[in-house]
């Protein structure tokens, strides 16, 4: 092999990608792929990304015994003289081959409309502070508490803006073990807490990861519930009851 | 209440909500039927839309939502700086097309079609409310199914799913360049 020629590896998604790429550039008819040298291009494109010490995902080695495969089958002499129908062992793979390659032109599609829609704002939807007085409990997923960090963060960086450019920077230090204590006391005063209402303060981004997991750490230790009446709704903060808990 | 009243109710209840918001819901709040709700949401459509206002109605099957205009975007973005519009990686967009052809459709199914592992892409396209679980399949294994979304209709700019290319139009259009690449060969 010429070693001067600089190696150009393209990315590919996957076996299949690469295996209509190597077609595409032989000028190869997809419904009748002579095996043979398609395989030995393949296989020297493995060989490339191992020299140059790059991970090799299992499914293209997969597909390479799969390739050598339908070559040694079709190699063989048919099984049964009777048999004259017998399927071409390239079948199945060109049938992948082809479904991949439609999918691939979708995405192109699907990637034409995305252009406008990444330019598309739509509204958060609106907070309202007034607590409803009966919580109606709706399970709340990490999904959700993950949202509802980042719709924090989000406004606290925006509102971070404001700030002048040059200020002094004191290092603080904010554990999740005193907030989570903070939250247990607030517990004892109330019986329940909005859980946008712990992050009004303007608290800087530590203490906003630090609130945000002692939330979590008090719910692992069975000490607090979270309930949430509508989507996107506050979240609400119960206490779990002592006798409940205790035994 | 005239339309022009029933309209401009209509534009402060999608501002004041802000998600998506579905037509029966606005038609109870303003005391109409459906339909008239939808003429008036249609003509609120068209008037956004021929006076180049800043916000554009779109319809996600029944529910509706304002959204900005993306000629604006430019001039949004100089404000909020930290706007996240990062688009989808090529993995991410294969991913979505299965599954806006195949719903519903289970991860071992796109994975067996891309030839790769997929779990990741299925992640960033549900973080994204593009897809999301369609429960689980009555087969062996029962195992989780996925579909698109409204939010995925937003991204195609469609009114319903239905309206969604034909899957043969790009099947045929493949075929033809294939077929056409044999012929000069």
Aim: glycine share 2%; net charge negative.
């Amino acid at each position: 092999m010429d070693t001067n020629r600089a190696v150009q590896l393209q990315a590919f998604e996957g076996p299949l990608d690469l295996l209509l790429s190597l077609i595409s550039k032989s000028e190869i008819d997809i419904y009748d792929i002579p095996i043979c040298e398609i395989t030995n291009q393949y296989m020297q494109y493995l060989y490339t990304m191992n020299q140059l010490n790059m991970d090799v995902a299992s499914e293209f080695i997969v597909m390479a015994a799969h390739l050598i495969e339908i070559k040694s089958k079709m190699m063989l002499p048919p099984e049964d003289e009777d048999e004259t129908d017998e399927l071409d062992p390239r079948e199945e793979l060109v049938r992948r081959l082809i479904e991949y390659k439609i999918f691939k032109h979708i995405s192109e599609y699907i990637k034409s409309n995305e252009i406008t829609y990444v330019k598309t704002i739509s509204k958060d939807p609106e907070y309202f502070p007034q607590l409803k007085a009966d919580n109606s409990a709706l399970d709340i997923s990490a999904q959700m508490l993950a949202s509802a960090m980042r719709n924090l963060l989000i406004k606290h960086k925006i509102r971070v803006e404001d700030v002048p450019s040059a200020y002094t920077v004191d290092s603080e230090s904010v554990s999740v073990n005193d907030k989570m204590i903070e939250i247990s006391k607030l517990l004892e005063l109330n019986k329940a807490l909005n859980f946008f209402s712990l992050f009004e303060n303007n608290l800087s981004k530590s203490q906003i990861v630090a609130t945000f997991l002692a939330i979590l750490e008090l719910m692992k230790l069975n000490i607090v519930v979270l309930s949430q009446e509508d989507n996107y709704g506050d979240i609400v903060i119960t206490k779990i009851q002592e006798e409940n808990h205790g035994q | 209440m005239d339309n022009k009243q029933l309209t401009s109710i209509l534009e402060s209840i999608l501002f004041a909500v802000g998600d998506p918001v579905a037509l029966n819901v606005m038609a109870d709040a303003l005391e109409i039927s459906q339909n008239q709700t939808k003429a008036l949401l249609d003509e609120l459509k068209s008037e956004f839309d021929f006076e180049m206002r800043g916000f554009r109605l779109v319809q996600m099957e029944n529910k509706y939502q304002l959204v900005t205009r993306s000629e604006n975007f430019d001039y949004i973005k100089k404000i909020l700086k930290d706007f996240n519009n990062t688009t989808l990686s090529q993995a991410g967009l294969e991913t979505l097309a299965i599954v806006a052809y195949k719903q519903p459709v289970t991860r071992a199914e796109i994975e067996q079609i891309r030839g790769v592992q997929s779990s990741s892409s299925l992640d960033v396209l549900i973080d994204r409310g593009l897809v999301r679980s369609a429960g689980k399949l009555d087969v062996p294994g029962k195992p989780l199914s996925y579909e698109t979304t409204g939010e995925f209709l937003k991204l195609m700019n469609l009114e319903k799913l239905a309206l969604l290319p034909d899957f043969d139009e790009f099947s045929k259009g493949i075929q033809m360049a294939l077929s056409e690449e044999t012929a000069v060969i």
